[in-house]
């Protein structure tokens, strides 16, 4: 029994590493929808014990489903990197990005004030706006997105599982930025 121990937990360590690649999205080095959909159940099971409601955005660039073509997936995939890296570095620990589509990222904001919502994406917003990308082919990309937020009542975080929660307040996030 003694022997099969480090092997027990070598297989234990490869799993843990095995399911962290299942929710990372390989283009953009951040979270996956599946990724951001767990962060976002531990947080709703959080916010129910500290009375506190997460604030979730999404933000869409603009333009970037018009390089679906073979030869600016590279191009897209590296635009793609680029957005992530600055919003995750725009983050603090305790909150979590996703990529949730083809051109969205999902973020998700622990214990934000109430009333600072509109403020928060404000500045992202100013971050990303106008901002340059080189393309890799010669070419600078200037980065143009949409944004969308909502930040659950803490009546809603009663009502059902945390993962049908997520799964729900992520989707009506999405609905929303394609309906404006």
Not at 70 to 76: F, K, P, V
Request: proline content about 2%.
């Amino acid at each position: 029994f003694v022997a099969k121990v480090p092997l027990l937990i070598n297989r234990l360590i490869e799993m843990d590493r095995i399911r962290d690649f299942v929710l990372l999205d390989p283009a953009t080095n951040v979270a996956n929808r599946a990724g951001l959909l767990r962060d976002l159940e531990r947080e709703i099971n959080r916010a129910r014990r500290n009375k506190r409601a997460p604030l979730v955005v999404v933000l869409k660039l603009v333009g970037l489903d018009n390089m679906n073509n073979l030869s600016q997936r590279h191009i897209q995939s590296r635009i793609l990197r680029a957005v992530g890296t600055r919003i995750a570095a725009s983050l603090r620990d305790t909150d979590s990005v996703g990529r949730i589509s083809e051109d969205s990222f999902g973020v998700m904001v622990v214990d934000a004030p109430d009333g600072s919502a509109s403020s928060i994406v404000a500045r992202w917003e100013s971050e990303l706006l106008g901002q340059l990308i080189d393309d890799g082919a010669g070419g600078i990309i200037e980065m143009n997105l949409e944004s969308c937020f909502y930040q659950c009542e803490l009546s809603d975080l009663e009502s059902a599982d945390s993962s049908e929660i997520a799964a729900r307040l992520l989707s009506s996030v999405e609905q929303a930025l394609i309906k404006q």
